[in-house]
């Protein structure tokens, strides 16, 4: 079995442009890690050598449950670096949806707001620290079990994220610390997530381009569920995405309250039965003007209202509160009379 320093190495669970990772046992202290190789077409250009320890280093300074343990860098015997990890056993978001969609299960919107409340803590973990991520994508994203003191991301019955999964972040390879100075000479990032910033070379970069990433995968993810894009949730997402840079939400706090607001507003109503009713619940109370529920009844999809008096329903609870108050008027008028 191929051993990478005192590791046991089990298996390879990822591969990229710059560098390979395999999952290990660690014989001495008993516990499985996440080995991060650079590759040999890297490993010996300066620059990205530098870059692969200043993973480290930024992986180091944030220190947050929020992103993957950095536990040392050592180095091969041919002189390529590598990195000890922490193992997220749960593999990634990305893996998740394949999963998902490997046997023909569609998340909801509730998966989708747990994953924005917990995609909004992580980046405000990392921003907070003054590092900006420069490459959010499912893939990045790993699930483990909550950190202590930590509570779960997920929920009982959750598809996307289990009752006890918890999301944090990984691979900081184009991170950046937000204080350099140094410009950017080329452009950085996966197309399909990527700020248009990043794209421009010299363009200064902060925490907006995360929060557009995050945006572009939240999308995917609503895009996955079998239910219709809320309009205040794609409002919200396109002010994570603005084109204009300055537009957009200016931290992910903000992000991340706006965007878990919408898809509150975007779930069923709370329901109750009737007695009578033969078919089905109905809801509690109207929605809001601008909060229309996005999730049917199975038994009795409900059609849209054609205005606020257009069915027979509205138009009897309207002639009997007009009755009502009417009632109401007389016996004022006879009291008062009365009294004089």
């Given at each position: 079995m191929?051993a990478i ?6 298996e390879?669970?990822g591969?990229g442009a710059?560098?390979?990772?395999y999952r290990?046992?660690d014989?001495v202290?008993?516990q499985?890690v ?6 040999a077409?890297?490993?010996?250009d300066?620059?990205?050598r530098?870059?692969?320890i ?6 180091r300074?944030?220190?947050s449950a929020?992103t993957a ?7 091969l015997?041919?002189?390529r ?6 193992l997220a056993?749960?593999g990634?978001?990305?893996g ?14 509730r ?16 921003h907070?620290r003054?590092v900006?991520?420069?490459?959010i994508k499912p893939s990045?994203?790993l699930?483990?079990p909550p950190a ?9 019955g959750?598809?996307?994220?289990r009752?006890d999964d918890?999301l944090v972040l990984?691979?900081?390879g ?5 204080e350099s100075?140094?410009r ?27 929060i ?5 995968v ?5 895009d996955?569920?079998?239910e219709?894009?809320h309009?205040?949730?794609g ?8 084109r204009?840079?300055d537009d ?5 706090r903000t992000?991340?309250r ?8 975007s ?14 619940p109905?809801?509690?109370a109207?929605p809001?003007?601008d909060v229309v ?7 009795e999809?409900v059609?849209?209202?054609p205005?606020l008096?257009g069915g027979?329903v509205m138009?009897?609870?309207f002639?009997a509160a007009?009755?009502a108050i ?8 006879d009291y ?5």
């Open positions: 191929e320093g005192r590791f046991v190495v089990l390879r669970i591969v710059h560098a390979a990772v290990a046992e014989p202290l008993d499985l996440a080995l991060k190789v650079l590759s077409n890297v490993a010996f300066p620059d990205g530098a870059r692969f200043k993973e480290a280093r930024l992986m300074r944030i220190d929020r343990k950095v536990y040392d860098v050592a180095q015997p041919d002189g670096p590598y990195l000890v990890l922490e056993e749960r990634t978001l990305d998740r949806l394949d999963e998902l969609e490997e046997r023909g299960t569609a998340i909801t919107v998966d989708v707001r747990a994953a924005a409340a917990a995609l909004g803590a992580s980046l405000a973990a990392i907070d003054g900006v991520h420069r490459d990045n994203i699930i483990r202590d003191g930590h509570p779960p991301d997920g929920y009982p959750g598809v996307l994220l009752d918890f990984t691979d900081f184009l991170a950046k610390a937000l100075t140094r950017v000479t080329a452009a950085v990032g996966t197309p399909a997530y990527m700020a248009p910033e990043q794209a421009a070379v010299g363009a200064p970069i902060d925490g907006r381009a995360d557009f990433a995050a945006s572009a939240i999308a995917e993810l609503l996955r569920t079998d219709p894009r309009p205040r949730v409002a919200a997402l396109d002010r994570g995405m603005a204009n840079r957009r939400h200016p931290d992910a992000w991340t706006d965007l878990v607001a919408a898809l509150d507003g779930l069923a109503p709370v329901t109750v039965f009737h007695p009578g009713d033969p078919v089905a109905r809801p509690a109207e809001a003007p529920p996005v999730v049917q009844y199975a038994q999809p059609a849209p209202r205005g008096l027979p138009l009897a609870v002639a007009v009755l009417a009632i109401a008027l007389v016996l004022a008028y008062l009379g009365g009294a004089r």
